[in-house]
Structure formats: C-alpha cells, structure tokens
C-alpha cells in the first residue's frame, strides 16, 4: 500500500460538517470522516444512511451535516434504497438528463444491527446484483441508538442489555458473525476489514479502492463506541490498536477474491489486552472465569489460523 | 427551490416548512452550536505543536480546522471535549482543562 | 388514431408502462401481479423501452429502490399484490412522507391467511392510511387508462404523493377483454417529461432526505402530506378532463351508474361494479329503480360527494371486499356511512362483505341484495348492519 500523505489528505475539504449529535467521543463520525476523504476531489457523492445513531444525529430536521447529497430511507433497507439511486444515476446518465462530466458515488453507512441483522437480505441483494457502489458497516458490536442491545456481530461474552451479565449469565453466548467473509462469498469485486489507526492509512486506502472498484464493494469498519463498550472516550484510538494487536480485528482486504492481510503483528497479543479496557467484559476478570476468557482467546486464534490460510492460498 | 436553515425552526408554520421535510441545502449542522455540550475543553499549545497532524482525523466532529496542511485552534462552537486529540498527540500540544 | 385490440389488465399496464417508459423499475414478482415485470422485462430485453430494471430480492426492496430512484430524480415505479404490499407497508409510508410522485401498480389480491392467491381488496385496504392515492378499475381498459393518468397526477405540484393504481387480481388482470390503445406518441405526450426541482442527483446542489423529526415538525408535515391528499382531488378530475379531451374516455372520482331517479343503490369498487351493473339493467328491465355507484378513487375520499350522489335513494349497499374485524363493517361501510352522517343524509345503508379471497360475485347476488334493500326501506325490515354475502351458513341470510 502506498500513495498516501496525511499532511495532503487532511486538506481536503471536509465532507461531514460539525454541528451533529453524535455523543462526544464517537468513532462512528470519525470514520465516516475518513471513508469521505477517500472521495476525490470534485466527484460528486450520494450517502445512503441506515436508521441508526449516525442518521438519527447527522439529520436531524432542519440540521444535516453531510455536504453530498444524502438519503435515510429505513432501517433495513439502505442496500436497496442506494441501489435505487445508482440504478437512477445509470438511467439519467442513459438518458442524457445529468451532466456527462458530472460524476457521482454512491456510499452508504449502516451500523451492524442495519447490516449484519435487519437489514442483511437488502444488503446481500445489493450486494448480489452488483450496484456500483461502497456499503459502509460502521460495526460497534452491539444496537447503539436502541441502548446496547446485542447484535450478531456482539462478540461472545459481552454484557449488553439484552444479554446482561447475572448470577445465571456470562453475557452473550455466541460468537459474533463473519460478515467480511460472507460479503466476500458473494464474490463482490472489493471487500474489506478496517478500523481507526494511528495515520488513518490504512482505511483511507481502502475506502479509495471500495468507491472506485466499479461494481459492488463492502467495508466492515470497526468503530467503537465508548457507552456501549464502557471505556473513556478519549481511548479511543488505544483500544482500536489492541483489536488489532491482539488480532480480535484483523486488517485484511479480498480484491477481486485474492485474500490478503495488510496487517501482521510483530507480536500478537493476548486477548486480555483489548477485554481489559472495556467495562462490558469487566466480568471476565473475576476470578473463577480464567476459562471464559481461554474460550475468547481459542476463538481469536481459529480465526486468525483460518484468515491466513485464505490469505496464503 | 434552495432551504434557508435559518427560516425553520419550532415556530415556523406548517406552510413554511420544506416540502417532506427535505433539506434542499447541505451542513445545515454548522448552525447548531453542540460546544454546549463541552464539560472538559481541549487547549491548544501552539509553540509545542509540530504539525503531525495526527490530532485532526481522530475527532468525531470535524472541530480541527486544517488548511494547507496546518491545524489552527479549535472549533469550540462545535468541539465536545471527548478528548480523543489530547491522546492522539506525540508532543503534547494539546491538553485538557476542566470546565468549558 | 386509438388502435382496437385484445389484453388482459396486466397486459394493458405492462403496455402502459411501456409506452411511458419510466427510468426505473424495481419489482419482485408476487401472483397475480408477476406478469407486469416479466412483460416489462421481455420489452426491455427486445429493446422496445429502455426502463432499468432492478430484479429485487424482495417488495420491501422494491419499494425501497424505488423511493432511492424517485429521491434521486427518476421516474420510478413497481408493481405488486397481497402479501407483496403488505411486506412494504413500512416504506408506502416513507414513500408518501417523503413526497415521492411514484407509481405503484397494484394488482388486488387477499392477504393471508389461508395463503389464496385470489382476488379481494384487503391488501389495498390494509394500506388505505398510508397516505397514497388510490384509484381503482373496473376492467382492462379503466386499468390502462388509470396507470397512464397516474404520473400527471402524482408529479403535480400540488400533489407529489405517490398513485397506487389497483386492478382486482385474476378477474381484471388475466381476464382477455377487448380494449382500445392510444398510440405511443400520444401517451407520451400526455404524461410528459419528468423534471423534478430538486433531486439527490443534482450535482452542486446536493438535498438531504429522510431526516429524524422531533415533535415540533412532524405534526405540521403530516398536516401538509393531509393537504396535499385534499389538493389531489381537482387534480384528479383536471387529469381526468385532459384525458378525455385527448383520448375521449370520461373519468371522475366515481361513476353513477343509472342512480339518477333510483331508490336503491348499490356502493361498489372494482371488477365487482361489472356484475353489479348488469343486474341493474335486468331489474331496470322488470322497472325496479335500481343504480350503482362506483368508487374509482377512495383516497382521497370523495365522502361529500358520495353522500351528494346518495341523498335522493331510500337506501344503499355498500359492498366491501374485506373485513375490517372490528364487528361493524370494512373500510367503505365506515367511511361511507360517516360521509353521510356529516352531510346529513339519513338514508337506509347496509353493508355486505363479499367476494372475499376469490369468491365469487354474482348477478343473482346482486338481485339478493337489492331485494333487501326494498324490504329494508319499504317494509321496514330489520337486517343485520354488517352481514357476509355468499357465505355458506346454517342461518339463513
């Protein structure tokens, strides 16, 4: 990977104006920021958002705080809604009833209760009929804007308020779903695993291919949310790197079905070093549950086996 | 027709409303002041910073101006004090006081 | 020059739709309707229209794609039935809340359950609050005829609603009935093009749709979305007058079927009016003064006009095909009667649930019914309010 100067990329004009009501400390917004600067500059762009924190606090009537045109359909259905718009946009383009030199992307923002759950059948369609464009989950492991539901990508043992750690509970009991992997058996031109790190490089360089790979691309980014997992807000960025120091969120793309991992620790660290800063796997620290979090740590490292044999292949 | 955001708010009459509440205009946002929010205020120290800017991509509300490839102080109209920058920084160009 | 031909009502619209030739359409198939997306597809596929076509994983989806090309500044539309509509009930709302002009071809047909694929009106019916314009046919030709005044009426200025254009399934919509079609050019024409003001694909001028609302808007945007429903009733007669000066055919929110000295009138919507209207005739034939009225449009509700068109008979039937399961009557029997209350016609009404789920309607039926309708008014006899027609039972009716 190279191309990329953030001294240069942080003088783009910013696409995600401030003024929204997302809590202080949000990484949602912070990455929403950084898919939004991969846009070059003087291409048009068309947002589709889920129902979600992000929509329900960046429009908020009469308050918008996206630049581009943008769209909240429902909660369920931003992969079909943004697949209305870029059918719209081939259709005028056909017709000759936009500009020829106008040129527009389609990107979309749902968070993984919008992507992963209710509204995975839109999102798989979408996927499937290969619209040209880039489905953003914003992926805080749990229903944010409802209070801390669990979701399916909700990692195992987490305390949520739907799974709440009791006398009879350890929080949930499943493990979270691979969405990448199963966005990517769609066989989508583009599919990608990025979170926040240090220089923003690495999602930067994926959010560029995403929106111009002509087809359907999908990003699974991990924002975390700092009530819902339980940290200071200003940890943000500590607690991403632990995610992917201790490989629970491995940086890899899958470019036209070639799996590769952009990111290899020199030294993978253990499990405990990203649940200990998190006050939902507070419980996993007391004595007594040291096989709890063996459990997390064997799950880290089947997949972890697993993604780098589909990256050697 | 182009929305003026500064003719709506909870007063105007349902005629004067935008037609499915649709904004015809883009960051309307920047008018509305969420710095109130602010418990702990950010403060930039300028003779420390070296331009890195590693600070600017972390905040969550686009409160660090950045124009040709240098940061200036603080949005505080919009900056709600999360304290994500104060972290990012390597040269301790940033830091936090109580209070707004 | 119209062209004299043979089609069922899905043909008819499928051929609408081409002659329209709209920017977009999303649909996923559902009996009775499928036939509309697959003739749209064959003519798209022999390059007789150049619609995109998105073939959806589902009638949420397809509404959903729709309302993102109509926001985007296309004209856009689907069709469905049952089941169908009932999935994207959620997004009718959003589409008639967000002001999007688009059409939806609507093919009638029961919700389930049993699951049956035959015709009623409780999909149409389930959607009746959701703030689209309903028009209903009484055969193919009123089909067609309706699905090409449909965007005129939609895209209206004072309208931008969305015209959900409904034909009972099987009866209408696979029934081959002789039609006249009006020629590509002249259709056109009449619909016109599409040039929305402000759309997502607008470059430089970018729009914001779909927002959160706190209580302080929403209340005020629903009263519009209201006002733009009451507006769409001289929009619908002016499209009317237009299509007939062009085409010749004569439509308005409802059709009085020889009511004009009758004393018994029978209220109804859809293929049903057919049947109805050929009892009228026998009877007429045997000098009973018998008449129907048929509601093409049922939203806006024409409730003043109706009670107008009623005032003068000694008592209606107000036919609903679905149940409302509230133990008084459906959707027409409520609204009906409270038009007439408001405008203070106290006349005899009784409301008969028929047809339900493909049963069949008959002109003996139809006899049945206003036979009671005389008994009711002449000889004062005490009928149940709300009764099932054609219903097997071990009471007599």
């Not at chain 1, 952009?262 to 649940?275: A, G, R, S, T």
């Not at chain 3, 047809?355 to 004062?380: C, H, P, Q, S």
Request: glycine residues 8%; hydrophobic residues 35%.
């Amino acid at each position: 990977m190279a191309g990329y100067n953030l001294k240069e990329v942080m003088n783009k004009p910013e696409r995600l104006a401030p003024g929204h009501r997302m809590c202080a400390g949000c990484g949602a917004t912070i990455g929403v920021r950084a898919v939004l600067r991969a846009l070059h500059e003087g291409d048009y762009a068309v947002i589709g958002n889920a129902t979600g924190c992000l929509e329900v606090s960046t429009y908020m009537y009469p308050y918008t705080a996206w630049e581009d045109s943008y769209i909240h359909n429902a909660f369920e259905n931003a992969g079909a809604t943004l697949s209305g718009v870029e059918t719209a946009y081939k259709a005028l383009k056909k017709r000759g009833k936009l500009p020829a030199d106008a040129n527009f992307k389609f990107i979309t923002f749902g968070g993984d209760g919008g992507t992963y759950d209710i509204g995975f059948q839109s999102l798989s369609g979408a996927m499937e009929r290969g619209h040209d464009m880039v489905y953003v989950c914003y992926d805080n492991g749990a229903y944010m804007n409802t209070g801390i539901q669990r979701s399916s990508a909700t990692p195992m043992y987490a305390d949520t308020t739907t799974t709440p750690v009791g006398s009879q509970s350890n929080g949930k009991m499943q493990n979270r779903k691979d969405l990448a992997s199963i966005i990517a058996d769609h066989d989508v031109p583009y599919v990608a695993q990025t979170t926040l790190t240090k220089d923003f490089k690495d999602i930067h360089l994926k959010s560029e291919k995403a929106i111009y790979t002509e087809g359907a691309s999908f990003l699974n980014l991990m924002t975390p949310c700092p009530r819902g997992w339980r940290y200071e807000t200003a940890d943000i960025m500590r607690i991403c790197q632990l995610a992917v120091e201790t490989c629970y969120w491995p940086l890899f793309e899958v470019d036209h079905g070639k799996w590769t991992l952009n990111y290899e620790p020199k030294k993978k660290l253990p499990i405990e070093d990203f649940l200990r800063e998190q006050g939902r796997f507070k419980h996993l620290f007391k004595p007594g549950n040291e096989d709890l979090i063996a459990q997390f740590q064997a799950e880290v490292d089947r997949r972890w086996e697993d993604l780098q044999y589909k990256c050697a292949r | 027709m182009r929305t003026d955001v500064n003719t709506i708010n909870e007063k105007t009459p349902h005629e004067d409303l935008t037609e499915g509440l649709m904004m015809f205009a883009q960051a309307t946002s920047k008018n509305f002041n969420t710095g109130e929010w602010r418990t702990n205020t950010p403060v930039f120290c300028a003779e420390k910073c070296k331009q890195c800017l590693l600070c600017a991509p972390v905040c969550p509300d686009s409160a660090i101006p950045v124009k040709d490839s240098k940061r200036s102080d603080f949005d505080y109209d919009h900056c709600k004090g999360c304290g994500i920058c104060v972290k990012a920084c390597p040269f301790g160009a940033i830091e936090m006081r109580e209070g707004q | 020059m119209s062209k004299k031909d043979r089609m069922s009502g899905n043909e008819a619209v499928a051929y609408a739709i081409r002659q329209i030739n709209p920017d977009v359409m999303p649909a996923f198939p559902i009996t009775p309707s499928t036939e509309i997306p697959q003739m749209v597809s064959t003519y798209i596929a022999n390059g007789e229209m150049d619609t995109e076509f998105i073939p959806v994983e589902s009638e949420h989806s397809s509404m959903s794609a729709a309302i993102g090309a109509e926001a985007a500044g296309a004209r856009s539309l689907t069709a469905t039935s049952s089941a169908g509509l009932a999935l994207m009930w959620e997004e009718l709302l959003l589409a008639a809340s967000n002001r999007m002009p688009l059409v939806l071809a609507l093919v009638n047909r029961t919700l389930s359950g049993p699951i049956n694929i035959n015709c009623d009106h409780s999909d149409s019916m389930g959607a009746r609050d959701t703030g689209w314009i309903q028009i209903y046919a009484e055969n193919n030709q009123e089909a067609y005829d309706n699905f090409i005044q449909a965007y005129p009426i939609a895209e209206d200025k004072r309208v931008h609603l969305p015209v959900m254009i409904c034909q009972d399934g099987f009866i209408t919509s696979h029934a081959v009935e002789n039609i006249l079609l009006e020629e590509d050019a002249a259709v056109k024409e009449f619909v016109g093009e599409y040039n929305p003001e402000e759309f997502l694909l607008n470059p430089g001028k970018p729009i914001a749709v779909g927002p959160y609302s706190i209580s302080s808007y929403a209340m005020e945007a629903r009263y519009n979305q209201e006002l733009a429903m009451e507006n769409s009733k001289e929009v619908i007669l002016e499209v009317a007058k237009k299509f007939k000066e062009k085409f010749g055919r004569g439509f308005e929110l409802f059709e009085e079927y020889r009511t004009e000295d009758a004393d018994y009138i029978m209220l109804i919507m859809g293929s049903a009016a057919g049947t109805a209207k050929q009892a009228v005739d026998d009877l007429r034939e045997k000098g009973m003064k018998v008449g129907v009225l048929k509601l093409r449009v049922f939203r806006p509700f024409p409730a003043e006009e109706i009670a107008m068109a009623l005032k003068n008979c000694k008592a209606v039937a107000i036919m609903d095909r679905t149940e409302s399961y509230n133990g008084h009557g459906g959707p027409l029997a409520s609204e009906v009667t409270a038009g007439l209350y408001r405008s203070k016609v106290m006349i005899e009404t009784v409301c008969y649930t028929y047809g339900l789920a493909g049963r069949d309607f008959t002109v003996e039926t139809a006899y049945e019914i206003f036979d009671e309708l005389k008994d009711v008014a002449e000889n004062g006899k005490k009928v149940k309010q709300h009764r099932y027609i054609g219903l097997r039972s071990k009471e007599r009716s």
